[in-house]
């Protein structure tokens, strides 16, 4: 971290007292200093172009130095970043710097203080932020991954739609969801093979668009195993619900592969539906699962 790399912006009311602070920064090595005659106008500078520290004068009429500090601690945590706050004062008593440290600044100096002594507080003060920021920065990159890592970890590899985790959690939310705001629950299991062996990756990306294709939005599409697709949705209306909608599935599959995989052999498939909207007592995952592993069925 270089001097010159840092960027500084100077809030004070008069005029001389901002020459002077720039000027004792520019002799001392820093050269990306922006001045500001009030705290609108330095927070204006803020948000045009972050600053790694803000010299603000503790008592300038309007917004004062503490109340500009309440406002970048706010634009810091809107952004997610730290910005090194120095309040100067002439009155450098001991109940001025206690409450400044409570409102989160970061350093106080009179501003009788010389050029080496404002300059090695502002460089303490940038140092502070750009580790504060760098840590944020690699919290930032860490949980990126992990959400990366967890998206993964709820697809399946080779179709790319949700896996059999994806699959129990929402299917636990829709249950929720009906039991408290009404509805039903419904969930189709759809199993595609050959007889020879396991389908190739364009035979079950196939599969899983022609279901896509055929549902609503919101309706989930998952691959449940090997070679069993699932299809979770909800219904508004328990007593119009058509379990018919399930061959409508079964015939998307087979327009669209013409009963044969991309090798030509010819696919078998079978299906089962579980359905419900009465939750008391709630069923869990596992039953409805396994009510519709049950209700399989060889469609010819």
């Known amino acids: 971290m270089r001097k010159e790399d840092l960027s500084i912006i100077v809030v004070d009311d008069l005029q001389f007292s901002r020459e002077v602070v720039k000027s004792g920064l520019l002799k001392s090595g820093f050269s990306d200093i922006r001045t500001?005659?009030?705290?609108?106008?330095?927070?204006?500078?803020?948000?045009?172009?972050?600053?790694?520290?803000?010299?603000?004068?503790?008592?300038?009429p309007g917004l004062n130095g503490l109340e500009m500090t309440d406002l970048i601690r706010r634009w810091d945590e809107n952004n997610d970043r730290y910005t090194g706050v120095i309040l100067l004062t002439a009155e450098d008593t001991t109940s001025s710097?206690?409450?400044?440290?409570?409102?989160?600044?970061?350093?106080?100096?009179?501003?009788?203080?010389?050029?080496?002594?404002?300059?090695?507080?502002?460089?303490?003060?940038?140092?502070?932020?750009?580790?504060?920021?760098?840590?944020?920065?690699?919290?930032?990159?860490?949980?990126?991954?992990?959400?990366?890592?967890?998206?993964?970890?709820?697809?399946?590899?080779?179709?790319?739609?949700?896996?059999?985790?994806?699959?129990?959690?929402?299917?636990?939310?829709?249950?929720?969801?009906?039991?408290?705001r009404g509805g039903g629950v419904a969930l189709g299991l759809i199993e595609v093979s050959t007889d020879d062996g396991k389908l190739r990756r364009g035979t079950l990306k196939t599969v899983g668009n022609s279901l896509q294709l055929a549902l609503r939005p919101l309706d989930m599409v998952s691959r449940y195993d090997t070679s069993t697709f699932a299809v979770a949705l909800s219904y508004q209306e328990p007593l119009v619900f058509n379990t018919k909608m399930f061959q409508r599935l079964i015939s998307s599959i087979k327009r669209h592969t013409n009963d044969t995989s991309d090798e030509g052999k010819p696919l078998n498939m079978?299906?089962?539906?579980?359905?419900?909207?009465?939750?008391?007592?709630?069923?869990?995952?596992?039953?409805?699962?396994?009510?519709?592993q049950d209700a399989i069925e060889v469609i010819a």
């Open 270 to 292: 079978s299906a089962g539906v579980w359905h419900g909207h009465v939750f008391d007592p709630r069923p869990s995952v596992a039953d409805i699962i396994s009510a519709a």
């Open 97 to 180: 710097i206690v409450v400044a440290f409570d409102r989160g600044v970061d350093d106080f100096i009179s501003k009788s203080a010389n050029q080496f002594e404002l300059a090695a507080r502002v460089f303490g003060a940038a140092r502070n932020a750009f580790q504060q920021n760098e840590l944020r920065e690699r919290t930032r990159a860490v949980s990126d991954q992990f959400m990366r890592i967890k998206q993964f970890s709820q697809q399946d590899s080779e179709t790319s739609l949700p896996n059999r985790m994806q699959l129990e959690s929402h299917l636990e939310a829709l249950v929720s969801h009906c039991s408290t």
């Open 36 to 60: 500001a005659a009030s705290a609108d106008e330095g927070m204006f500078q803020l948000n045009e172009r972050r600053a790694h520290v803000v010299l603000a004068d503790f008592w300038m």
